[in-house]
């Protein structure tokens, strides 16, 4: 079971260049998110999508673009990246349970 | 917004000991708690979840206690194992819109 996945796994990025983080998941649910986790902090949520076709904001959504390409995947874009954009990036998905997350991505901008 | 908390950031116990650890929420709407446990370079791992309409849940060595009353949450571990040694997060909300606290440390001593 492959669960969430995402890619890549690690970035280095220089200020203001474009980034996307791919996310997909094979247990067919309709929900899916984006998250940040800076040190020290918890999970904080930037976008999500509750169904195909649909996204909203989270609590942090400045500086990021998403898109709900099918129901498999759901990808996060930095159009310019910025250092304040450091971060460990977790995308979620979940049907009625809890729920589930990929291994994240680590994006560092220099 | 809402914030959820935690008391203390690291808890240090003894292999077989049981270990509790305490989360306060302030949301007095949110209907759903959860529990997730993070390794090093790991996702969060989804450990129990309750419903407010429940004050304790329990699952395999875990129970989840609900103090709706004091807005309190905590995970009981039965029987410690070195592989308990994570960061745990608590997090309310509804089981789409989740608010997750900062975290506390395991650490498992031998």
């Known amino acids: 079971n492959a669960g969430v996945t995402q890619t890549p796994k690690f970035q280095v990025l220089k200020t203001g260049q474009s980034m996307t983080l791919q996310c997909a998941q094979d247990?067919?649910?309709?929900?899916m998110y984006w998250y940040r986790q800076d040190p020290g902090m918890g999970l904080r949520l930037i976008y999500y999508?509750?169904?195909?076709?649909?996204?909203d904001k989270g609590e942090v959504p400045n500086g990021y673009n998403v898109s709900r390409l099918n129901k498999r995947e759901f990808s996060l874009r930095l159009e310019s990246a910025a250092p304040s954009q450091t971060s460990v990036y977790f995308c979620a998905s979940h049907v009625d349970g809890p729920q589930h997350f990929g291994d994240g991505t680590r994006l560092s901008i220099l | 917004g809402e914030s959820v908390g935690l008391h203390l950031p690291t808890l240090s116990v003894q292999e077989g000991d049981n270990s509790i650890i305490n989360c306060a929420y302030s949301?007095?709407?949110?209907?759903?708690f959860i529990w997730y446990k993070q390794e090093s370079g790991k996702g969060p791992q989804f450990i129990i979840d309750?419903?407010?309409?429940?004050d304790k849940r329990q699952g395999q060595r875990v129970t989840v206690l609900l103090n709706k009353t004091v807005k309190h949450l905590s995970l009981q571990i039965a029987a410690t194992q070195p592989g308990d040694s994570a960061v745990y997060f608590c997090?309310?909300?509804?089981?789409?819109?989740?608010?997750f606290g900062s975290g506390t440390r395991l650490q498992v001593q031998p």
């Open positions: 949301n007095s709407a949110s209907d759903y």
């Open positions: 997090a309310e909300g509804s089981r789409r819109a989740l608010t």
């Open positions: 309750i419903r407010s309409n429940m």
């Open positions: 247990m067919n649910h309709n929900s």
């Open positions: 999508s509750a169904s195909e076709g649909t996204t």
